[in-house]
């Protein structure tokens, strides 16, 4: 497996305070990761550094092996793909116009569409769900659906690395699913790597491979889900009560809130 991503020691400031400090993993072809944490915990500055767009104040971040600051533009685009956590939505672009744009990294010396751009176009269309909206200008789309046009752009980088900041936030039910099950099938049928800003432990839980839990720019706790998610660690992290159970299909770890104010931890045939 080929390492796409690492943070080594890693510390980042801003405004001359460090955000995160000390911050260490890898993510491979493969895998999806999910940044957690409570607000102000450093997920989003985390994953703007991994995109480039912040600098390490210490430590080092590699991208496919290199220095990522030794990275050129290009190649980064042509690497990694980034959804900000509100992505812009420019006025007077139709959906596919703005999903083209993923390909600028792509285009050749005269910047023109190849039958092979536009497939990847309408592929990405296709499996961020808004085929349909097309010839639809971006800023008549609800909120959700410039998320899904955002992602499909991303996807129409045809990136080996994907970022993305709270891609649910502001998404129903179905389409949080939708969007994070394509990321999961890209990573085990293609290869993806990807890092996913999330609050939501238990969808968290359910797709990603590996949670890096952030409390005050440092890091709780970095594993598997069911080793992450324990109701001690969580109620030190977050200060609130907290139960773990188990997802009734998979046994998945599934975080609620206590009503009792004692922590709870479930074996796996339910609670205990």
């Known amino acids: 497996m080929n390492t796409q991503l690492s943070f080594e ?7 001359g305070r460090a955000v995160v400090s000390g911050v260490t993993f890898e993510l491979g072809d493969g895998e999806v990761m999910a940044l957690c944490g409570p607000n102000g915990a450093g997920k989003s500055t985390i994953a703007r550094a991994a ?3 912040l600098p390490a104040a210490a430590g080092a971040i590699r991208l496919r092996g ?3 600051r030794s990275v050129s533009p290009g190649e980064r ?7 900000a956590q509100q992505p812009a939505a420019p006025p007077g672009f139709a959906v596919r116009e703005l999903v083209a744009l993923g390909r600028l990294p792509h285009l050749g010396l005269f910047g023109a569409e190849s039958p092979k751009d536009r497939a990847a176009v309408e592929r990405a269309m296709e499996r961020a769900g808004v085929f349909s909206l097309g010839s639809r200008p971006i800023g008549e789309l609800s909120g959700g659906e410039q998320q899904r046009v955002s992602i499909a752009r991303a996807l129409a980088q045809e990136p080996r690395l994907l970022i993305l900041d709270e891609p649910t936030s502001n998404l129903d039910l179905r389409f949080q699913a939708s969007i994070l099950g394509l990321v999961r099938r890209l990573s085990r049928d293609e290869g993806l790597a990807a890092l996913v800003v999330i609050h939501d432990l238990s969808l968290a839980a359910l797709f990603c491979d590996r949670l890096l839990l952030l409390a005050d ?3 709780a706790g970095y594993g598997p889900p069911a080793e992450v998610l ?3 660690l969580l109620v030190r992290t977050y200060g ?5 159970l188990s997802h009734p299909e998979c046994l998945s770890p599934v975080v609620v809130h206590s009503l009792t104010g004692h922590p709870h931890i479930a074996n796996q045939g339910g609670e205990a």
């Open 240 to 244: 609130t009560p907290l139960r773990v």
């Open 77 to 83: 685009a042509r690497t990694c793909a980034y959804v």
């Open 230 to 232: 324990t109701a001690p």
């Open 217 to 219: 720019g440092g890091i």
């Open 9 to 15: 020691g890693v510390e980042v400031r801003l405004g």
């Open 66 to 68: 290199s220095a990522l």
């Open 51 to 53: 995109a480039g767009l």
